[in-house]
């Protein structure tokens, strides 16, 4: 079955420190991956997905398939990042269609 | 463009008694979800819809039901409502279910309280 872990409910840093919120994924078939954000009494927000390849607000997220993560890094911390971030994986229902399954988020506090 | 909207807000119920939450989506998506966020646990998927007449069951539907009232609007059941049901939950939507990866847009939340 399809499980997402994040294994760190708090993680708490120093503005301008490196972050690294960690993923790990179990999933039979191919992985597609994202990060969600979600800010202070805001919605759910997605950050980014590993087929972009892209680098929003100063994060990157690489899928390593050997090792079933997909981290998520930023070189230096800002107070703004502070917010819950949840790891996801698409995965097919026994229907035939796809959903995502959520990891239990990790919360970043960035402290001046 | 609003996006994904609900309503209420909050609430709160006694222990036995019925509501509805509603969701839309001004998105003309074809897919709309039903999460609830529970401290500790992530977010669990309740009952989805691949697209405008169809329902399935999700990981956690036991106690809810849902009716995809049409393209726009989904909506969340609580026939007699348990304090087991305290949550947030959020309502979502995304352009297609079958070709992924595909991003889900969220609604703001409703905050349930059941006493």
């Known amino acids: 079955a399809q499980r997402v872990t994040q294994p760190e409910k708090l993680l708490s840093v120093f503005k301008g420190a490196p972050v690294e919120l960690k993923c790990n994924y179990s999933?039979?078939?191919?992985?597609?991956l994202f990060w969600y954000v979600q800010y202070s009494r805001q919605r759910l927000q997605l950050l980014l997905r590993?087929?972009s390849r892209e680098s929003i607000k100063g994060f990157t997220a690489d899928l390593n398939k050997g090792e079933t993560s997909f981290h998520l890094k930023k070189p230096f911390a800002q107070e703004e990042d502070s917010a819950m971030y949840y790891c996801?994986?698409?995965?097919?229902?026994?229907?035939?269609?796809?959903?995502?399954?959520f990891g239990k988020g990790t919360m970043l506090l960035v402290s001046p | 463009n609003a996006g994904v909207t609900q309503t209420p807000k909050f609430q709160v119920l006694k222990t036995g008694q019925s509501m509805t939450l509603q969701c839309a989506q001004d998105?003309?998506?074809?897919?709309m979800y039903w999460y609830r966020q529970d401290p500790g646990m992530g977010l669990r998927l309740i009952y989805y819809?691949?697209?405008?007449?169809?329902?399935d069951k999700g990981e956690v539907p036991n106690g809810y039901n849902v009716s995809r009232l049409n393209k726009r609007e989904f909506s969340l059941r609580l026939e007699s409502a348990a304090p087991s049901q305290t949550s947030v939950y959020f309502c979502?939507?995304?352009?297609?279910?079958?070709?992924?990866?595909?991003?889900?847009?969220f609604g703001p939340g409703t905050r349930l309280t059941v006493t």
């Open positions: 979502a939507s995304s352009p297609i279910i079958l070709q992924g990866p595909n991003e889900q847009y």
């Open positions: 999933y039979s078939g191919s992985p597609e």
């Open positions: 590993h087929i």
């Open positions: 996801a994986l698409i995965y097919s229902l026994i229907s035939g269609y796809s959903t995502l399954t």
């Open positions: 998105m003309n998506h074809n897919s």
């Open positions: 819809s691949a697209s405008e007449g169809t329902t």
